[in-house]
Structure formats: structure tokens, C-alpha cells
Nanobody, 124 residues
């Protein structure tokens, strides 16, 4: 069992940066592939970024490539999402997720544990 807690969300202006953190409980964090997803208002949850167990493989939603960076620190049981050049269309509740598998994956059904989410609002 893994418990995930996101933090770092907030209200920012377009062009600003924000870093989200996802703290995981348990001693097996390094065995899990991890991901970030988001749910914009009135829309379905969508994939944002994923990272494999060692941090050597990552994947991104096309619209965030070059602006967002996913990373993890297995010694701290924490995953991060550095978000630069934020746009109003990045406004959403952001969720971190963990999967019982070491690879990075992009579909919601491939993840087994979810955090409660953190709101990111980007004003124009």
C-alpha cells in the first residue's frame, strides 16, 4: 500500500513557474513507476508526465514538453513536477499516481494509487 500526498499548487500568473511535490509513504517507493495527471474544470483526467523507477525514462504530454520536468528522489520518497512558462490552459487539479510496476506509463488505468490532488490556477 502506498499513500501519496501532493503539495505546491496555487494561483500564479501566465508565464510563472511552480513546482509540485508528491510525498509517498512506504519503503518501496523506488519500485514504483510514477506519474502526474491533471483534471481541468469540466474535463476528464489526462496524463501529464511519467517517470520510471530510476528516473532514467520519462514521458510527457505533447503540450507540456519543454515546459514541464518530472523528477524523483528515491532517497526522499518524493516525486516532483517543475512547471515553467505556465499557461491558463494548464489550470487543473493535479494528481500524482503510483503503479505496481517500474516502467513509466501514460494511462490512468495503469496506476494503482492516487493522491488527493492539488489545485493549480493560472491567470492570464
Amino acid at each position: 500500500q502506498v499513500q501519496l500526498v501532493e503539495s505546491g499548487g496555487g494561483l500564479v500568473q501566465a508565464g510563472d513557474s511552480l513546482t509540485l511535490s508528491c510525498a509517498a509513504s512506504g519503503r518501496t517507493f523506488s519500485m514504483y513507476g510514477m506519474g502526474w495527471f491533471r483534471q481541468p474544470p469540466g474535463k476528464e483526467r489526462e496524463f501529464v508526465a511519467a517517470i520510471n523507477w530510476s528516473g532514467t525514462d520519462t514521458d510527457y504530454l505533447d503540450s507540456v514538453k519543454g515546459r514541464f520536468t518530472i523528477s524523483r528522489d528515491n532517497a526522499k520518497n518524493t516525486m516532483y513536477l517543475q512547471m515553467n512558462s505556465l499557461k491558463p490552459e494548464d489550470t487543473a487539479v493535479y494528481y500524482c499516481a503510483a503503479r505496481r510496476g517500474t516502467a513509466a506509463r501514460t494511462a490512468t488505468y495503469q496506476y494503482d494509487y492516487w493522491g488527493q490532488g492539488t489545485q493549480v490556477t493560472v491567470s492570464s
